[in-house]
Each structure stands twice: as structure tokens, then as C-alpha cells.
């Protein structure tokens, strides 16, 4: 399956580490300002784990669903609507996606589940 992993973090990490390793076709995807994402794109080594080669790292959220059966979101709740509204419903248009964060929207008090009906 072509899964886009949205989110360097640790926890975004593990997941994109383990899909690959379980025989997935894994993209991460970060903001083109990350810094700590192009680091570890250069090094392949966050501190924990070593990223395989043969997962990538595309510093365009937009391009790196554009092929994606599934996206997989592992960044700050407070940041999902606004990433959901970049993205657009017309690029989620199909793809299954997978939260993997906790808590509410602070402004709303909705639930991430929510928050992702609104925008999309």
C-alpha cells in the first residue's frame, strides 16, 4: 500500500519505520521550513532510529499525497485544520486517513475527527 506519513517527530517516525518495515511503499512528508525534518532527511538517524533509504522525505505536503492510498497524520492537534485546508479536499478526494495524535482543537473544542469533517 502507498502510505504518506505526515509528521518527522518521533511518533511519525516509528510509524513511517514500522510500515516500511511490514512491506508498505512509505513517504514522509514534511513543511518545506522543517528544519529538523531536512536534518534528518540528510542524516537518516533522529536520535532513536535509523531511517531505511528506501523511505523518502518530500518537503511538499501537496506532492507528497498525490500518490497515496493513505495518509497517516502525526503532527500537533492544534496544527490539523490548518494542514487539512492546505492540503485541500480535492488531494484527500479517496485516500483513507489515519490520526495518529490525542487531545481537542482549542478554538472549537472538537475532537480531531471533527475538525477533519469540517475541512474535508
Known amino acids: 500500500m502507498k502510505i504518506t506519513v505526515i509528521g518527522?517527530?518521533?511518533w511519525g517516525?516509528?510509524?513511517a519505520y514500522y510500515l516500511n518495515l511490514i512491506g508498505n511503499n512509505v513517504t514522509i512528508g514534511a513543511q518545506p521550513n522543517d528544519e529538523a525534518a531536512r536534518e534528518?532527511?540528510?542524516s537518516r538517524f533522529n536520535?532513536?532510529?535509523t531511517m531505511?533509504?528506501?523511505v523518502p522525505f518530500v518537503?511538499?505536503?501537496g506532492e507528497s499525497v498525490k500518490e497515496a492510498e493513505a495518509v497517516v497524520f502525526s503532527v500537533p492537534s492544534q496544527s490539523l485544520r490548518g494542514l487539512l485546508t492546505e492540503l485541500g479536499e480535492s488531494a484527500m478526494a479517496g485516500k483513507d486517513?489515519?490520526?495518529c495524535m490525542k487531545g481537542l482543537e482549542i478554538e472549537t473544542g472538537k475532537r480531531?475527527?471533527?475538525v477533519v469533517q469540517d475541512v474535508l
Request: aromatic residues 12%; charged residues 10%.
Open 40 to 42: 534528518f532527511a540528510k
Open 97 to 99: 486517513i489515519i490520526l
Open 112 to 114: 480531531l475527527t471533527q
Open 52 to 54: 531505511p533509504e528506501t
Open 8 to 10: 518527522c517527530g518521533r
Open 13 to 15: 517516525s516509528f510509524i
Open 59 to 61: 518537503f511538499n505536503v
Open 47 to 49: 536520535g532513536t532510529l
